[in-house]
């Protein structure tokens, strides 16, 4: 019985091992791991040759010994406890994407398995060893790790990172997945000739700081090489290759052997910059480093384009904002500069307190008058500052002479020349822009920088659009003054300087004309003495504004004038007027013209009144009961050719009564969001006087009611009003009757 054990355990071993020949037949060509092992030792019967390559090849290709000598480091990794366990138990282990530290020291690498260890039995089934099969993970695990780190980095891109964020943290990666490759990105210049650092956090400071700016060309290392050809660069030695001759000793310094660059390029072919991947000894690159150099390539080329289009996107942003920032300032000069009654001088000072501090910290202003430039305007941050530079006369050669006499714009970035506050300034330099008025300089602006103040184009220009502003302004402000000078003047020439002294009245008037002053209005009125001792007065309103208006009002009062003389009847008076007015040229006809004519005389009672109304506003009549009425007397207008049909009014103001007549300006004005003034708020406001008010009380009283309507509108049509009042009789002297 024994034998027969001994005969069938021999049979079962010579089966088990036959099983294990066959397994090391089918595994020998197969890229999956096997081993089998017998003992308690572990000893290594038979192997494949890619569980050898694995475990590191060499002096590890041997079979007949205990597995923890061939690899020792497996014992603190916990790996021969394993085979332990499964040896003891005859139970089956199965390890998943296990992480495994092959070697000792220098030579350690890490690498990924999935593995099984089975137990060996015999025919009785016991344990008499442990096999192995498996597979390593590693390039899976590496390139599942590769693509991660790809999608975040992704990631990072479409969210926007930084781009050195984004290529340092590539760089970080890469050297992670191949601790032994030292990882750089340079960036090409605009121009593509020069390459600048971009991320390399493996290398040294010094390195890093030697290359940036390097020029792409042949022989300038593997990169600017590389950015030369458009194509790959592969240096396995940088010893030896003539391409690092003028940075050999720099990679020596850097502990740097081997370098392949490989170029990053846009999808139109432009240089972006090189991807490097550096070793510290000789090496030539393997397909997988070649693809992993293209792989990180592109995706820096994606994160490079993409900055380059944030870029561009904030740089037309900032022009966008620039130019609605010119815009603005523009605008706002040239409504400052357009202000109402502003005259040459103040849009002069204007303009340089618009440029300071908004072009520049100082800005002084000067025009030539009378053959010589007189400074007119300063502009500066502190008061001295500008007291330093009122007071500084420019010379006859300096830059304001030179831009007057050239008309050109003139910028230096010095102190100017000639004498001047320069140094207690501290002015580093200045742009004198000519202001030009129908193509002659009379003036220049000049802005000068000081305490780190510098000028660009962009500087430039708009002071120089603004000094065209101003200049225009300056103009419209001149010829506004000479125009308002003209108006006035001529104004004054048709209206009485002062009323004169009629014995037994009191006379007062006001004239507000429309507008800025500009035109001559078309409200007049007069009083002067007739050749019998009585008086005339006259108050009308001719259709229109401007010179037309005032040829009329000459017309109309010099008539009225020249024949009160010879006809001793107020309406035969107007119709002469009437007749003057017809008769002029048919192009000099300026339209309608409506007035109130009348004569006074002292009477018994007062003051004998007779007076015609042509087409005018009613006049009014404060009477000694302090009642407001209407004159009735009808007519109309003068000018229009047609036959007249005139009443002569006959009234006396007895002493303190007070006839007011006004033109339509008056009743007719508008503040804003209201009806008009109408005629009996101008009763109401004449009526408001104390009793025994003389004629400037009552005038006073209407023109402050008006302007108390207007609440400081400006009126549309001009406003004038005469007012008459009956003085008290003087007692006679005592004498004989």
Known sequence: MRAEHERRAGSGARRIQDTDQDLSLLFGTSTALFASMTGPAHVLEAANPAFFTAIGGGRRERTGVPLVRLMPELAAQGFIGLLDQVYRSGERHVGRDTRVVIGVGADAHEAYFDFTYEARRDAGGNVIGVRMVGVETTQVKHARRLAAEQRALLEQIARQAPLPDVLDGMCRTIEELTPEVIVSVLLADQDGRHLRHGAAPGLPDFYNQAIDGIATGEGVGSCGTAAHRRRNVIVNDIATDPLWKDFRDLAGRAGLAACWSTPILARDGRLLGTFAMYHRTPRAPQDTDLALARVFADTAALAIERHHAEQARQAADAREKAARDDLAFLLAASTALAGRRLDERQTLQRLATLASPALAPLATVDILEAGRVQRVATAARSEEARSLLAACVPAQDDAVARVLSSGLTEVARRTPTGPG??????????????????????????????????????????AEELARRTASAARNARQYAQRAALARDLQTGLLLPDLPDVPGARLAAFYHPAGEGLEVGGDFYDVFERDDGSWAFILGDVCGRGAMAATTTALVRHTARA???????????????????????????????????????????GLAVELVRAGHTLPLLLDAGHVVDTVEASGGLLGTGLPLRLTARRLTLRPGESLLLYTDGITECRATGTEQYGEARLATAMASVPRGSAAADVVRAVAEDVRRFMDGREVEDDQAALVITAEQPRSRPPGPS
Do not use: M
Not at 433 to 459: C, E, I, N, W, Y
Not at 568 to 586: G, Q
């Open 421 to 462: 506050p320069w140094h207690e300034l501290g002015v580093t330099g200045y742009v004198c822009v000519p202001l030009v008025d129908r193509g002659r300089p009379f003036g220049a602006v000049t802005l000068l920088s000081a305490d780190g103040h510098s000028f660009d184009g962009h500087r430039i220009a708009l």
């Open 563 to 605: 024949v009160a003389s010879l006809l001793d009847d107020p309406v035969d008076i107007v119709k002469a007027v009437d007749k003057a007015l017809n008769d002029r040229y048919a192009h000099q006809n300026n339209g309608f013209v409506t007035l109130v004519y009348g004569h006074l005389a002292p009477a018994a009672e």
